[in-house]
């Protein structure tokens, strides 16, 4: 198996089933495992062999998901968590002490932000948020208590894109550790060569792709995913349900796919957006600033396409904004992305509601943005259903 399109389907599931041969994973719901004897019990606690013990370390259907994601990433080992956000939570709370700091992009995922704002202070835990845009910004702020550089790209909910490799330059010359979220694009992007240490996913998005699930992962260096499971992950519990890893592994099977269908719904709305009156701005991977083209070129695929959010920006502010999202039909007002259905949501006043109104004017979140994730309905479809709700907003 050489291609990650054949991975994707088959990786984790071959022989997984000895006794009926099903084509599918099973799930293993066992929440423990009988050990042969008590010697082996005693070695598989050493690590000195390999076997199952107890499922809020591994299960076999865990196990299955994390081998895809170690192939998807181009990486050298996985764990997987019940949510993105446990997954993130577990990578600060294993590498960071009283007194350490972190360098952020100044726009993240509204619950990032929240747990770097509110959460990591009262470890004594300091987060500095800088534009990953300009170089210098970030140089400023690195000291030798300066132990994480953690960013995301395209960026939620502007699209914006941060060059990966010159961050990892950076942070390799001042021996820092990078994490990075790929929600947003996997497959279209692999981090992982380009030098970054740890890479997040929420499984909830593209991996999962029918809004069926809650799940996270953590992917990279072997030497510190170890770390993270022996040190933190078993103790802290974060366990990702095995049902939701079987749902996990089934949206792989189809995640090119719909990544593909669903970049090409993107650029026909797109397109569509362009030409109507109502339409102040665009936001989509290189197209707002057209000099990140070539940052694009580089570090995404974009023969698989550039994912299915677009951000809009429409005349008239909230008010406007506001009639639109209640006036869809076939869209669905809804949170989250990466999904076969399309989801619109408002992010000044949902998920990025907790930035104050100077935090949002920084990160350009306008009253009248709006954020859209691209699913796989008929493109025309789409388009009519955005028509009538400009028309209804009028
Ligand atoms: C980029 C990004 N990272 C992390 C998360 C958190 O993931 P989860 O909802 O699975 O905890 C989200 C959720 O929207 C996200 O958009």
Same mark, same amino acid.
């Given at each position: 198996m050489k291609k990650i399109t054949t991975k994707n389907i088959h990786l984790g599931v071959?022989? @997984?089933? @000895?006794?009926?041969? @099903?084509?599918n994973p099973p799930i293993?719901? @066992?929440s423990t495992y009988k050990f042969p004897n008590s010697e082996i019990g005693a070695r598989r606690f050493k690590g000195e062999e390999k076997g199952m013990i107890y499922s809020r370390f591994t299960n076999p259907t865990i196990q299955a998901l994390e081998e895809r994601l170690i192939a998807l990433e181009e990486a050298e080992a996985s764990i997987v968590t019940s949510s993105g956000m446990s997954a993130i939570t577990t990578v600060f709370f294993n590498f960071l002490k009283p007194g350490d700091e972190i360098i952020a992009h100044k726009v993240l995922y509204g619950g990032t932000t929240q747990l770097l704002t509110h959460i990591l202070p009262k470890f004594e835990i300091k987060t500095h948020f800088v534009d990953f845009k300009n170089k210098k910004e970030i140089v400023e702020k690195i000291s030798s208590k300066t132990k994480i550089i953690y960013f995301e790209s395209p960026t939620n909910p502007m699209l914006e894109v941060i060059d990966i490799q010159a961050i990892v330059n950076l942070a390799k010359e001042n021996n820092i550790m990078t994490v990075f979220d790929n929600t947003f694009s996997p497959l279209i992007q692999k981090p992982f060569s380009l030098g970054i240490d740890i890479i997040i996913h929420s499984l909830t998005k593209y991996i999962g792709g029918h809004s069926d699930l809650i799940g996270g992962a953590i992917i990279g260096k072997k030497k510190l995913i170890d770390d993270i499971f022996n040190k933190s992950f078993i103790f802290f519990g974060p366990t990702l349900s095995p049902f939701s890893a079987f749902l996990a592994l089934r949206g792989m099977t189809t995640l090119e796919i719909r990544l593909r269908q669903i970049s090409e719904n993107a650029k026909k709305i797109i397109n569509f957006l362009e030409s109507?009156?109502?339409?102040?701005k665009i936001y989509y991977p290189g197209y707002a600033d057209k000099s990140q083209k070539e940052i694009v070129k580089k570090q995404m695929n974009e023969n698989i396409g550039l994912g299915g959010v677009i951000s809009f920006e429409v005349k008239g502010g909230y008010e406007k904004a506001k009639k639109i999202v209640d006036n869809v039909k076939i869209i669905y007002l809804a949170v989250s992305l990466g999904a076969v259905e399309s989801l619109i949501e408002h992010p000044a006043s949902m998920t990025h509601s907790e930035l104050n109104e100077n935090q949002l004017k920084k990160a350009g979140i306008t009253p009248g943005l709006i954020r859209l994730s691209v699913g796989l309905e008929d493109s025309e479809d789409l388009i009519n259903d955005l028509n009538q709700a400009f028309l209804k907003s009028k």
């Open positions: 071959k022989n @997984s089933d @000895s006794v009926f041969g @099903s084509v293993y719901l @066992s109507h009156p109502i339409i102040e």
